[in-house]
């Protein structure tokens, strides 16, 4: 009798694991989704199709600590050098629904090619990890903030700016 109920617990324990761990995919998928939708805005420069993504009182803290609101996300978008946007991909690492709330961290990395101070071409490589908050509103989840944490630049593969909040 008493080993059935060890076995039980640890039968429960087991589906609750795995309950878990399918609700983090579903949400990671979600939340990826979101984030494609997010980035093809900006790389058409879709400053709408962007705007739709973000929810009101929307802010981005940058690497440095300086703080944009969407009329800011939209002109930082304006200034991105060509083959940025294009070259860039969105990847959810962590996704946590609580609510009508989610904490999403994620990993921009994009790449291009510039000339370098030599005057010959360069490649760049750019990867920033930012913790953000999504908010449901109505049917929407909505980008309510993003911070970024940690920012990494390679140039022909080589590590030459690194910074962590």
């Known amino acids: 009798m008493r080993m059935n109920f060890w076995l039980g617990g640890a039968v ?3 589906i609750a694991s795995a309950t878990a761990a399918a609700a983090q995919d579903d949400a990671k998928a979600l939340f990826q989704a979101r984030y494609d939708t997010f ?3 900006m790389a058409a420069k879709d400053a ?3 705007g739709a993504v973000l929810a009101p009182g929307y802010s981005m803290t940058d690497i440095r600590g300086e703080t944009r609101d969407a009329s800011g996300l939209q002109a930082m978008m304006a200034q991105m050098p060509p083959g940025l946007s294009e070259n860039s991909k969105t990847t959810v ?3 946590t629904v609580t609510g009508d709330s989610a ?8 790449a291009m090619k510039r000339p370098g101070p030599d005057g010959n ?3 760049l490589e750019l990867s ?5 908050t999504w908010v449901k509103i109505g049917d929407a989840w909505l980008l309510k903030t993003s911070v970024q944490k940690d920012l990494v630049v390679k140039r022909d593969g080589e590590v030459f700016f690194k910074q962590s909040n």
């Open 93 to 95: 690492l962590e996704a």
């Open 103 to 110: 904490a999403v961290k994620q990993e921009l990395a994009a």
């Open 128 to 132: 920033v990890v930012s913790n953000d």
């Open 121 to 123: 071409e360069m490649n």
């Open 48 to 50: 709408a199709a962007a």
């Open 39 to 41: 980035r093809s805005a």
């Open 12 to 14: 429960a324990v087991a």
